[in-house]
């Protein structure tokens, strides 16, 4: 997801302000069916940014096996075909792609392709975290289009992403059966921001 479009010359890619970086880009990842926001980067549109987001996603989801395989569906970027196998592996990934074919700045179809393992062609469907992605700009602020409210510093925004987070997974209450961290199972109830506010993690 593109959050900021300026003019690349001379800008200095590791730098926290946006002022001086350019485009930035939000890297995602949700679980499908729950709607469980997993992870997410904050950089340039580079392996490296890639990178952090799949790593932290690794660290939070059940470590796949040869028998036990993990389905990640994603869009046409090619950095997930070298960042995927490098922190799971080829044998452990059942890995599609749904690459939108352009014409003129038009989708005119898309196609599903098969990256490593064999996941099922009709399942691969990025449908869950572009809704997702279209949710979190409508709900966050410095996301929205032609704003005044864009981030200037880099670590603000991620720090506004990480408590949305928290609010999506936690406090933000489905139709169905309650929040994605209750359809999860890693929590029993729909947590209010009084409890997120004095909640005290033991070291």
């Known amino acids: 997801m593109g959050i900021r479009k300026k003019k690349q010359k001379n800008v200095d890619t590791e730098s926290s302000n946006f002022s001086e970086v350019g485009d930035a880009w939000i890297y995602t990842s949700v679980k499908r069916g729950t709607y469980f926001f997993v992870s997410f980067s904050v950089g340039k549109w580079t392996q490296n940014t890639c990178r952090e987001m799949i790593n932290k996603m690794s660290d939070r989801v059940q470590q796949p096996s040869s028998e036990h395989k993990l389905q990640v569906f994603t869009d046409g970027n090619d950095d997930y075909t070298y960042i995927l196998p490098e922190c799971f592996g080829n044998n452990k990934i059942e890995y599609g792609q749904l690459v939108k074919i352009r014409e003129k700045g038009t989708v ?21 975290v572009e809704n997702f992605n279209g949710i979190l700009r409508e709900r966050v602020g410095r996301l929205v289009r032609e704003t005044k409210c864009f981030s200037k510093k880099k670590r603000k925004l991620i720090g506004a992403i990480n408590l949305f987070q928290f609010y999506w997974n936690f406090m933000n209450k489905f139709d169905r059966q309650g929040s994605p961290a209750m359809l999860e199972e890693i929590s029993n109830h729909i947590w209010s921001w009084d409890e997120f506010l004095h909640y005290h993690y033991a070291v």
């Open 108 to 128: 005119v179809r898309k196609e599903r392709r098969v990256i490593f393992g064999n996941p099922e062609f009709k399942e691969i469907n990025t449908t869950d």
